[in-house]
């Protein structure tokens, strides 16, 4: 059975009962299709790797949150870069703190919104019995949820990811025994503006995968290697917005606050609509039809997620759409949503949710 996203802090903790210090990599968006791509680089070809999948969503959102508190998505319940806030009654971006559409972060805040009623379990950091590092790029390693999300560690901000990676081994070997992790972004942001199949994308990976391998890792440190999603081809030219398709679909959705439908949770691969209760089964089976042959629409309870807990329960959609193949479908309101991206994630297609595992001592 393939391993998931969710096991790797328990993962961490069983080597760090092995080795005096462990490091994790966190590529974002490196998912196995490139791992295949790749294959033959001096990285690859002497580690171990396995293939993993991620958890549902196939979002940054959920994966940071799991790998910094440890906990999976059915108990943290942030499932996407656009959910709902109960104690707001708005979208909001969570690893931003504003509401959802806006660029300035933490906006939230001013609205009487705490860090803690977003994030509020202790971190993976806060239990572990040994000093923890994290490197972060600079633009965002201070914001208030990392605040939250990196509290137990100590934060190495960096420019350059060669930057971050000379921070963190040098943190690591600093320490008798340590954990430390370091995130990458760049290829991911780069992916969505330009597509996983743009011709940069190669030497990109490649550059990465080299300066992982050339770094100067302590000796004995065992180093996992993963991702949080992949990334699937889409274009704005083939997004189906919903509130276009059926332009009724408005008068159907649960309102926020602002006196706006709830759209658009989610992303153009997983657009979660929070749908009046009375009206699911009609929204289901008429935007299904609506969309035949472009998507797939699920209720979200019908087994999609594991476990419908409290914590994801208040902030879950009852309907998600997901595209097929090389399709998007999203909630058009310009100038706050629009789909422009050439890649995305979210989805169950295998180029989103394939991901690796990929492990070697120094």
Request: proline fraction near 9%; include cysteine.
């Amino acid at each position: 059975m393939t391993r998931s996203f969710a096991e790797l802090p328990g993962l961490v903790e069983e080597l760090l009962a092995e080795h005096d210090r462990v490091a994790l990599v966190y590529f974002d968006a490196f998912g196995w299709r490139f791992v295949e791509r790749h294959a033959d680089h001096p990285l690859l070809a002497h580690a171990s790797v396995e293939k993993w999948s991620t958890q549902f969503p196939s979002t940054t959102t959920v994966h940071a949150t799991t790998i910094h508190t440890g906990l999976p998505l059915a108990e943290h319940g942030l499932y996407e870069w656009h959910v709902y806030e109960p104690r707001l009654d708005r979208l909001i971006i969570p690893l931003w703190l504003c509401f959802a559409g806006e660029q300035a972060r933490d906006t939230c805040l001013a609205a009487g919104l705490r860090v803690e009623d977003v994030f509020p379990f202790p971190t993976l950091y806060e239990r572990l019995d040994v000093p923890s590092h994290v490197a972060m790029p600079a633009s965002f390693a201070g914001s208030a949820p990392n605040a939250r999300l990196l509290a137990g560690a100590t934060v190495h901000p960096f420019g350059t990811p060669t930057d971050g990676l000379e921070r963190l081994v040098g943190a690591l070997a600093a320490e008798e025994r340590a954990y430390g992790t370091i995130y990458l972004p760049a290829v991911d942001a780069f992916m969505h503006e330009h597509g996983p199949d743009a011709p940069e994308v190669p030497a990109l990976m490649d550059a990465t995968l080299t300066a992982l391998s050339e770094a100067s890792w302590p000796e004995g440190t065992a180093v996992l290697l993963t991702a949080d999603h992949g990334m699937a081809a889409i274009s704005p030219e083939r997004t189906s917005y919903v509130n276009v398709v059926w332009p009724e679909l408005a008068g159907h959705l649960l309102h926020g606050a602002d006196g706006k439908p709830l759209a658009p949770a989610g992303s153009a691969r997983d657009l979660f609509l929070h749908v009046l209760p009375h009206r699911l089964d009609e929204v289901h089976a008429e935007l299904a039809s609506r969309l035949e042959g472009k998507a797939d629409v699920r209720r979200t309870d019908d087994g999609l997620f594991p476990a419908l807990t409290e914590p994801l329960r208040e902030r879950l959609a009852n309907l998600v759409v997901l595209p097929h193949p090389g399709e998007a479908a999203y909630w058009l309101d310009p100038p706050w949503f629009e789909q422009r991206f050439l890649g995305q994630h979210g989805g169950l297609s295998p180029d989103e949710v394939d991901i690796p595992l990929v492990r070697w001592v120094a």
